[in-house]
């Protein structure tokens, strides 16, 4: 029954997320320029590669929990308090409680995100005219991959941080991986941000292994650091 | 069956150098109702949350149905026989009063719903209303029912009328002495209100800065402390040292007043060789045990 609260806990983040979504949904709809020039990106591309990651990360700290601390963030300047005692008084180990809760957060990111590229590709005949609906299907696996290492970012700050201060904590560390992408002289292949924009399917007509692997990899560090909090912690 | 549900040996505890726990002796005989009394701060809180597996002591050893409760899997089996209510009264603020219960009840395998639907209606807990909509006292009722309703062997309660009025109060009680009575749940609450832990509690310790003061039936100690009030005239030099069993001594002009943990008898006999005293012995509050002890120390 964990998923139960998982769900009563993030129903109506997911319904703002799908609000956000709309919103995307009628302004990529509603962009229709003129023809371009042979060889030339279509103006919608511009709209996809941008919002399209940015609203990743806003799917990633909307989603993510620890499945402990559990306060809306309205309730943030409580501490980290609220319910947290009485869950941590039902018979499940807290590996169970942030997997679940972690999971099914990954789950309802996952389902944004392939909702939000089939969304775009249907309200976009620019777009359809330029990607075939596998290409679409490819950068969403894509998307889901490269967000899964900023949306297990979010999970571990979750173990420590109130609801509130996790929100800014995954924003800056979502920001600083970009920095860190972008001002290292990490190889193009392993660069996250790249392979959701100029790198994906999208553009490129290849799947960004490296980087979707680099990403699932952060992703499971991410994890098994968030477990080790969440289990030596006191609360 | 294990004579002390609950047994702690030298527990220690210290939170950034400051020790919360300093060797706590707890023994809680199966089938009690314990009150456990102490002083804000005094540990009882860092106690529970030992018990439960959320803190993990520095030293010492803590046991819940003979199991340690610093061993994960034990704990996760110690806590689907324990009902909780916890300090706070906080629980998931997006859920109602019926989305708690649905979501708690498969947790535990013994859950009772007959008394799930009796406390619902004793309680007059609305199951639409959402968690935050109602009041503590109602927050505090709903808690109760969840631990309740668990069929639990062991309750653990912290500060389990906290917020309820007086009437609210006294049906708590009442139901908490029935379950423990047709039940034969063990319980261990915590609580400021002494008069409560009299009314409810078999057994009583009391924990003053991280160790327990003094353990025991309500009853043996409430018979073995005896308030001796002693007259005496102005000719006659009080003794500098009296017998053991004197645990505090207040003089108010020519009235002694003493606090007897034990060897009362004894106490007496010394007052009396006085010469022109008189001696009277009152029967004890729990309120005045536990001054005496938070106070002494």
């Not at chain 2, 009328?161 to 908490?176: H, K, M, S």
Request: net charge neutral; charged share 20%; hydrophobic share 45%.
């Amino acid at each position: 029954m964990l998923w139960y609260k998982v769900w009563l806990e993030t129903r109506f983040r997911l319904l703002f997320t799908l609000g956000v979504m709309g919103l995307l949904l009628v302004l990529t709809y509603s962009t229709r320029a003129a023809a371009p020039a042979p060889g030339a990106r279509i103006p919608v591309f511009g709209i996809v590669l941008f919002s399209i990651p940015t609203f990743v990360v806003v799917i990633c700290t909307m989603l993510a929990g620890a499945g402990i601390a559990t306060q809306p963030s309205f309730q943030a300047t409580k501490g980290l308090h609220g319910s947290m005692l009485f869950t941590l008084s039902l018979p499940v180990s807290r590996l169970r409680l942030l997997a679940v809760r972690a999971g099914f957060g990954w789950l309802e990111m996952a389902g944004a995100i392939g909702t939000l590229c089939c969304g775009m590709w249907l309200a976009s005949s620019q777009l359809r005219g330029a990607v075939t609906v596998v290409e679409m299907f490819e950068y969403a696996e894509t998307l889901i991959a490269c967000a899964s290492a900023l949306y297990f970012l979010s999970v571990m700050m979750a173990t420590f941080l109130d609801d509130q201060w996790r929100v800014w904590g995954t924003m800056i560390g979502s920001a600083a991986l970009w920095w860190l992408s972008t001002h290292t002289p990490l190889p193009d292949s392993l660069n996250i941000f790249r392979a959701m924009g100029e790198g994906s399917p999208l553009v490129a007509h290849t799947m960004p292994w490296l980087a979707m692997t680099f990403s699932l990899a952060l992703a499971a560090i991410l994890f098994l650091v968030a477990f080790q909090v969440v289990q030596h912690r006191e609360y | 069956m294990i004579d002390h549900i609950i047994e702690t040996s030298q527990l220690t505890k210290s939170f950034q150098g400051q020790p919360a726990l300093r060797g706590l002796d707890l023994r809680v005989p199966t089938g009690s109702i314990f009150g456990f009394l102490g002083r804000n701060g005094a540990g009882k809180t860092t106690t529970i949350k030992t018990l439960m597996g959320l803190l993990r002591s520095d030293g010492g050893t803590a046991r819940v149905f003979g199991n340690p409760v610093s061993d994960a899997d034990r704990s996760i089996e110690i806590r689907r026989r324990i009902g909780f209510v916890t300090e706070d009264k906080e629980l998931y603020p997006y859920m109602t009063v019926e989305q708690i219960v649905r979501f708690t009840r498969p947790f535990f395998p013994k859950w009772r719903d007959d008394l799930e639907q009796r406390y619902l209606k004793m309680f007059e807990l609305p199951p639409k209303k959402k968690i935050p909509d109602l009041s503590k006292g109602m927050r505090s009722k709903l808690m109760l029912l969840l631990a309740i309703s668990r069929g639990a062997e062991l309750l653990i309660l912290d500060e389990p009328t906290d917020g309820l009025d007086p009437a609210a109060t006294e049906d708590v009680l009442r139901e908490l002495v029935a379950i423990a009575a047709s039940e034969g749940t063990t319980m261990f609450f915590s609580s400021h209100q002494l008069s409560e832990v009299e009314l409810i509690a078999d057994y009583i310790g009391i924990i003053d800065q991280g160790k327990m003061m003094v353990a025991g039936s309500l009853d043996d100690m409430k018979a073995q402390y005896q308030r001796l009030q002693i007259v005496f005239p102005n000719s006659v030099e009080l003794p500098t040292r009296w017998v053991p069993g004197v645990e505090h001594v207040r003089q108010e002009g020519r009235v002694l007043s003493i606090l007897a943990s034990h060897n009362v008898d004894a106490i007496i006999e010394q007052a009396r060789s006085l010469p022109g005293t008189s001696v009277e012995s009152f029967p004890v509050t729990l309120k005045e045990i536990f001054l005496e002890h938070v106070r002494s120390n």
